[in-house]
């Protein structure tokens, strides 16, 4: 198989940007997408020129290191999976593609395709943990957890921190990575106790970070390549609001572990 | 000279290490504020201990290639965490656990370390439920647990196929925490390419800032890395493409003994090699060896499809020649079985590279539903790299290089032969002896960084008194010297070959001469061809670009030559080890029916190398003495 491959190639932050047109030759269908980008590459290097930087590392589809707008798409045209995930068979022979960065004003360019996320960790600083001290931890059985709870915090806890939600988003929001760990954390007991300062500081620092509002458009769960329901967004909502009420000294809902369910 | 000391303390098994918990030494809390600790890798070992050094008071530095702490390779790990909880009341006890673990690394590890470990494998459950860990539960709530290879009882916890990505999500929210408190200074993409020792001791390392390309010298009061292994040697592996030996293999440069580089693990269920342009190879979980039945065709180049094969004309391999164990036979051995077929030329799929690993048994009693659940993940990856249905015909599979159970040598205390130099995690040698058993790994790492290490490194912190060296100390100048005359020669080779050409060929000599087995001709063939290999590097690699800049290509090169020059090591310790133990296999030391010869009167010892400039390396041995167990065949029949 052969492509055409328009690349986004950009040297620097402040440096602009333009796409560059390479053919790819000798491509096997049973390529990976990130396979067919590396033989493009040792093409270059062995010319001596400057290989086209990307983000990638495990290949598994769960370090959440590639980060390719592909045809417009974060992560390509196929539902749930990862750039890295992307096969040439999905492709027709000679086909004509696009591969950009994730474009966002809080996901910085460093060179090409590679971004800086480290707003996300910012977010993850700023409320999205426990704090328990290493030690002295009770014995895991103690407080049961139902099946379902834990199978729905699992799916919100999935989230690899790729950032494909905020490349979709029209307002580059970082919502459904902001409450897939505030609902994770939410749902287990052991979330409970600072559930209501985690909610609001987590949003402060997603708009600090210069990340946008979310627009209820859903582009986010589309793309994500963990399947993350948006339904985990309206989960924050009531955890929002329900911070609120806490804090206006009103009764809130009960805090019973098994009074929620999907 | 070197010298070997396990500082194991004496007494009891059971007590061990609460004695030395006492009799360590404390940092007070006001000292501890004056303190700097630097923590290079942040995956299950080094965010644990960056975020539990953090907690405890010290000031920490931690670094890491990746643009995230949390993308580290541990993140990748699928099947579970074992602990001896005994939840199932099947049997299960720390004794069982330690014998078993010592047991399945054929009796080449530490008693007292690995009585330790099974020890605090409970806590480390507890700790991660208490970071708000999703482990699969049962229906009334309490934590499920599932069987893994090697062992008879059900002790391992799990997050469906992800629980790596929960563990080190875990880990990775307490390093948030105390990032978010001061007491952690968190600086990704930033790679250690050198230690400094002054006077005998680790102070300080050389980094490179890998966006701005800058090198600066950071200084601390003790290193610890935990850099994870060294797979990647070998090319194709399961390992993330930026896994690497570099920081190790830095640090043995500069003194550190290297323990044991030959114990490698080959996984057995990888999903099979296909193109040339294969840059990776993708795991599939053993917990899929649960359920999953292991078989080829009983004829020689049997062209015919799956489901034409008839029943009798199959052979279950690993049941009939592990009956009790069956499918869960430990991975070294399940390896060494599906590559025995394979050269009968029984293997199935492109080359004769695979074997059957078949679920229709299970599907046909438990339901199809029930395979989804449990194992739902792995099937949609295998079809999507592979483009078949696993639910419909079996998956094929084929050994690949894992996990490294070789690593930096250290002492009980974690400490390597540099004083104020610690390694934790898959960096260290420590506790999986000559193979590891399924779901330990992940158990191994948490236990060094949250219960372990902080105990042991505030000993050493509380009895010698040190300064902060500073950035121009003659020690920092000469490492940064050594980064900055590594990186131009890289820079100014200008050759026509590409990193990835040289990694290739280093990778496909070590696959041939010192893979799944070896023996003393091919390994001294290896020896005799990485120099030359070597040298072709240094003169005809190209690399792109400058060193101040954001190089990707460098970043790899750099990685490469040290592959280039440990691939030696890997050789020099396979051919010096005249046994068959755990996964080190060498075809000279077999009995009839090819299961592999151990010899403890000669090789009862761990081999530590001693790095000497321009000469082979200098063995020195710290022999190993079984008190409380008795080293037996090691037999899963």
């Known amino acids: ?88 068979r999905r492709f027709s022979d000679g086909a004509v593609i696009t591969i950009e960065p994730w474009r966002a004003r809080a996901f910085p360019i460093i060179k090409d395709l590679v971004v800086d996320r480290r707003a996300l960790d910012r977010i993850m600083q700023a409320g999205g943990y426990i704090s328990v001290h290493t030690g002295g931890a009770v014995d895991g059985n103690v407080l049961l957890i139902s099946k379902d709870q834990a199978e729905t915090a699992m799916d919100a806890a999935s989230c690899i921190g790729c950032g494909a939600c905020v490349a979709a988003c029209k307002n580059a929001s970082a919502m459904l990575f902001v409450a897939a760990k505030v609902s994770h954390l939410a749902l287990l007991p052991q979330g409970k106790p600072e559930r209501t300062r985690r909610v609001k500081t987590m949003l402060e620092a997603m708009d600090r970070e210069g990340f946008g509002s979310c627009g209820n458009q859903n582009e986010c769960e589309a793309v994500c390549p963990k399947r993350i329901s948006v339904r985990f967004i309206a989960r924050f909502n009531r955890e929002y609001l329900r911070a609120g009420i806490v804090e206006s000294g009103l009764p809130a809902e009960p805090e019973s572990p098994h009074a929620e369910s999907t | 000279m070197m010298k070997l000391d396990p500082k194991i303390p004496p007494g009891p098994l059971e007590t061990k290490w609460d004695r030395r918990r006492f009799s360590e030494k404390l940092v007070s809390p006001t000292n501890k504020r004056k303190i700097t600790v630097i923590v290079v890798g942040t995956g299950l070992a080094g965010a644990s201990a960056a975020s539990t050094l953090g907690q405890l008071g010290y000031q920490v530095e931690c670094f890491c290639f990746q643009d995230s702490p949390r993308r580290a390779h541990s993140i990748a790990a699928q099947g579970g965490i074992n602990a001896a909880k005994n939840y199932q009341d099947d049997g299960d006890s720390v004794g069982r656990l330690f014998y078993d673990t010592i047991k399945g690394g054929d009796f080449r590890s530490r008693e007292a370390n690995v009585y330790r470990l099974a020890q605090v494998s409970t806590q480390i459950i507890d700790q991660c439920v208490a970071l708000g860990i999703p482990f699969a539960r049962e229906y009334g709530g309490q934590l499920a647990n599932r069987s893994f290879g090697g062992v008879q009882v059900s002790r391992t916890f799990y997050c469906r196929g992800q629980t790596g990505q929960q563990l080190l999500l875990g ?86 003994a290297f323990a044991n580089p030959c114990f490698t693990q080959i996984h057995p269920t990888a999903i099979p090699p296909g193109d040339a342009c294969q840059a990776k190879l993708t795991l599939m979980s053993e917990s899929l060896r649960n359920d999953g039945r292991l078989w080829v065709p009983k004829m020689a180049r049997d062209q015919r499809s799956s489901e034409d094969i008839p029943e009798a004309e199959r052979d279950y391999f690993l049941e009939r020649r592990y009956p009790r164990f069956g499918n869960l036979a430990p991975r070294d051995l399940a390896s060494r079985a599906v590559k025995a077929v394979c050269d009968e030329g029984r293997g199935v799929g492109p080359g004769g590279h695979g074997v059957y690993l078949d679920f229709a048994d299970v599907i046909a009693q438990q339901g199809v539903d029930v395979v989804r659940e449990r194992y739902g993940n792995l099937f949609d990856m295998y079809q999507r790299i592979t483009g078949e249905d696993a639910y419909r015909v079996p998956m094929r599979i084929y050994p690949a290089p894992h996990y490294t159970m070789g690593g930096l040598w250290v002492d009980y205390n974690l400490m390597s032969t540099i004083p104020g130099l610690f390694v934790i995690g898959e960096a260290n040698f420590a506790d999986h002896g000559a193979n590891r058993l399924g779901a330990s790994s992940l158990m191994q790492g948490l236990a060094d960084g949250y219960f372990i290490l902080p105990y042991t490194i505030s000993h050493y912190l509380a009895t010698v008194a040190l300064s902060l060296i500073r950035d121009d100390h003659k020690e920092s100048r000469a490492a940064l010297r050594r980064v900055t005359s590594r990186i131009s020669r890289l820079l100014n080779s200008k050759g026509y070959r590409t990193a990835a050409s040289f990694h290739r060929e280093v990778g496909k000599l070590l696959w041939n001469h010192c893979g799944m087995s070896r023996n003393a ?117």
């Open chain 1, 1 to 88: 198989m052969r492509f055409t491959l328009n690349i986004w190639r950009q040297n620097g932050p402040d440096e602009k940007g333009r796409f560059v047109t390479y053919e790819a030759h000798d491509v096997s269908s049973g390529m990976s997408f990130l396979e067919m980008l590396d033989s493009v590459n040792q093409g270059l290097i062995a010319k001596g020129e400057e290989p086209v930087a990307f983000e990638q590392d495990c290949r598994e589809g769960i370090c959440g290191s590639c980060s390719l707008v592909i045809n417009g798409i974060p992560h390509g045209p196929d539902r749930g999976i990862t750039s890295c995930q992307l096969y040439m």
């Open chain 2, 171 to 256: 880990a990775y929210s307490a390093l948030c925490w105390q990032i978010d408190r001061g007491q952690v200074i968190m600086r990704p993409r930033t790679e250690m390419l050198d230690l400094v020792v002054v006077d005998g001791r680790a102070r300080g390392i050389v980094v490179r800032d890998l966006v701005t390309g800058r090198l600066s010298v950071q200084t601390a009061h003790a290193v610890v890395l935990a850099t994870g292994g060294y797979s990647n040697v070998y090319y194709l592996s399961t390992n993330a493409s930026g896994s690497n030996v570099t920081a190790t293999y830095r640090a043995w440069k500069q003194g550190a």
């Open chain 2, 521 to 637: 001709e091919g390994l001294k063939s290896a020896l005799t061809a990485i120099p030359l290999l070597r040298e072709e590097f240094w003169r005809n690699v190209m690399v792109p670009g400058s060193g101040e800049v954001f190089n990707q290509e460098l970043e790899y090169a750099g990685r490469v030559a040290d592959y280039l020059e440990f691939a030696e090591l890997l050789c020099h310790d396979a051919l010096h080890r005249e046994e068959s133990c755990g996964a080190h296999f060498r075809e000279e030391y077999q009995r009839d029916e090819g299961e592999p010869q151990r010899d403890d009167g000669r090789f009862a010892h761990v081999a530590a190398w001693e790095s000497r400039e321009g000469e082979s390396p200098i063995l020195h041995k710290e022999p190993l003495a079984f008190e409380f167990v008795q080293p037996t065949t090691r037999s899963y029949q």
